[in-house]
C-alpha cells in the first residue's frame, strides 16, 4: 500500500473572532504520524515584545511541564533579535507562532507529530516550522523559528488545543488543518 496523506480536519476562528482556543478534540488512532498546517492572526493584539507573539500547544489537555521538553531556535528581524532556547513548559510553545493583528500577513507554519499513537512515555518526537513577513505602518518584521521536541506522554495523542498569548482573541478565518499520514509501503 502506497502512503497516504489524510484530511482528517480543519478548525476556522468563527466570525468575529472573539475566541482564545482552536482545537482538534476527537483525532483518529488510525494514521502513522499528524501533521498540522495553521494560518494564524490575532484579532486585536498590536504586540510590541518579541513574546506577545507565541502560541501554546497542549496534548490531550495536560499541563504538566515534563510533557514539553522542547528546543527552538530562530531569528526576527524588526526586534534585531535571534534566539536559542531549551526547556520544558506546561505547553509546546511555538515562537512568533501569532502574526500582529496591525499587519497585512498571517503567520503561516507545519506541525508533525510522529508516531503519535505510542503508548511510550518518550515514543512520539514533535517538529514545527513557522514564518511570517509582517507590515505595519511604519515596520517590516520578519520571523523564522522552528521548534521540536519529544511528547512525554504515555498515551495516545487523541485531543491538540491551541491557546493565545495571555488569552488574546485569534482573528476570525485564521484556520489550522489537521492530517493523518500513514507511512506503510
Known sequence: MAATHELIEVVTCPAGGST??????????????????????????????????????????????????????????????????????????????????????WNCGRMMIYDYTATSTTGKSIQAMNSNMEYSANNYDRAMIMTSGNLNIAAAVSSLALTTFSSNYIKEDSNIRLYGINRAA
Open 20 to 105: 482564545s482556543t482552536l482545537e482538534f478534540s476527537t483525532i483518529p488512532a488510525t494514521f502513522s504520524d499528524l501533521e498540522v498546517v495553521w494560518s494564524l492572526k490575532y484579532n486585536v493584539l498590536n504586540y510590541t515584545a518579541p513574546a506577545h507573539g507565541q502560541c501554546y500547544w497542549k496534548v490531550n489537555g495536560s499541563g504538566t511541564t515534563s510533557v514539553y521538553p522542547h528546543a527552538y531556535q530562530g531569528q526576527w528581524h524588526g526586534s534585531g533579535n535571534s534566539v536559542w532556547y531549551y526547556g520544558t513548559s506546561a505547553h509546546f510553545e511555538i515562537q512568533q507562532g501569532m502574526a500582529r493583528a496591525d499587519t497585512d500577513t
